[in-house]
């Protein structure tokens, strides 16, 4: 039964490192900058906020963390904003780039180059008065919750109202929707683009510093596992809309936890670990599959806006 809970706990976990790092993509494509460099500004995140985690304490981590992804995302920004690069290929490099950079980094962090020595400190821990008296195990998932996974949970709230109740929110929608309408207003495309760009890194940080210290325990390399790119696949899942992402990025997070968790449940104990291993990838594929053609991204997300780059 506690086998339960912990698989609850453990897709908890997972669903906000993929809620937080989705949020920075919906804030990216929804000014109309695609980024598929998600995955790299987690890498970053993950090494800086195992740092900041061992040297300041774990909530400086975080802090280190999101403040290093949205300085990564800031090269993103200029390639494809200033420069007009496609948007594609700076998000494939943006990947490339942070393997090397998180192994440089962790060599001068860590002194060695693939991983940091075990036992970060953590958050303290919270248990949810009711959820965590819940039967047949699935307590234990609301015993020991990081607080990260609530703030997770609660910041849909403020991205929501931050999009549909705020100046910022209308500008970076109609940024993303209609650029040249939106700069004979007197808007600075650039300067929201810029913004929304660096918040996309800041929450991708974010989740890769949650990952290394509090997931994971400590830095190691190729540990985000592609958790970018599923991430990015929420997005595309909930529409660019920060509610549905919460219920995609759920999805995904859970069929994290069953090959790490269930794979001695009695019906899928019965199939080779490969496809056990395979479950949260075959998910993604499977939800994409089925309704990619349902959604519509942003009108201008990765087209090059020629109207102007000066911030």
């Known amino acids: 039964m506690t086998t339960i809970g912990n698989a609850v706990l453990t897709g908890l976990q997972y669903f906000t490192i993929i809620y937080l ?4 993509g919906l804030f990216s ?5 695609v980024n598929i460099g998600l995955e790299g500004m987690m890498i970053i995140g993950t090494v800086t906020g195992a740092y900041g985690t ?6 400086w981590g975080l802090a280190f963390g999101a403040a290093c992804g949205a300085t990564y995302a800031l090269i993103h920004a200029v390639a494809t904003i200033t420069f007009r690069v496609d948007q594609i290929v700076s998000g494939v490099v943006i990947n490339l780039a942070a393997i090397g950079i998180a192994r440089f980094l962790s060599d001068i962090f860590f002194g060695q180059a693939t991983q940091s020595d075990p036992g970060a400190p953590h958050f303290h821990t919270i248990n949810l008065p009711l959820l965590s ?14 607080p990260v996974v609530i703030f997770a949970f609660l910041i849909v709230f403020p991205v929501s109202f931050a999009l549909y109740r705020t100046r910022f929110g209308l500008r970076l929608r109609s940024a993303g929707e209609n650029p040249e309408a939106t700069a004979t207003l007197g808007v600075r495309v650039a300067t929201i683009r810029y913004a929304a760009v660096m918040l996309s890194g800041a929450f991708a940080g974010m989740a890769g510093a949650f990952l290394a210290f509090e997931v994971n325990d400590h830095w190691r390399e190729g540990q985000t596992l592609g958790l970018g790119f599923i991430a990015l696949a929420a997005l595309i899942l909930s529409n660019w809309n920060p509610k ?3 219920a995609a990025a759920m999805l995904f997070g859970f069929a994290q936890a069953v090959p790490l968790w269930l794979n001695n449940a009695p019906i899928i104990r019965l199939l080779p670990p490969q496809f056990i291993r395979m479950t949260p990838y075959v998910v993604t594929i499977v939800a994409i599959a089925g309704f ?5 991204p942003p009108a201008a997300a990765g087209k090059a806006y020629e109207g102007g780059s000066a911030v």
């Not at 790092?21 to 920075?24: C, D, F, I, K, S």
């Not at 494509?29 to 900058?33: A, F, H, L, M, N």
């Not at 008296?133 to 919750?145: E, V």
């Open 21 to 24: 790092t989705g949020l920075g």
């Open 29 to 33: 494509e929804r000014s109309g900058i």
């Open 54 to 59: 061992v040297t300041w304490g774990p909530f």
């Open 133 to 146: 008296k819940l039967p047949w195990g699935l307590g234990a998932a609301f015993q020991g919750m990081s």
């Open 244 to 246: 549905r992402l919460m």
């Open 292 to 296: 990619v053609g349902k959604v519509r």
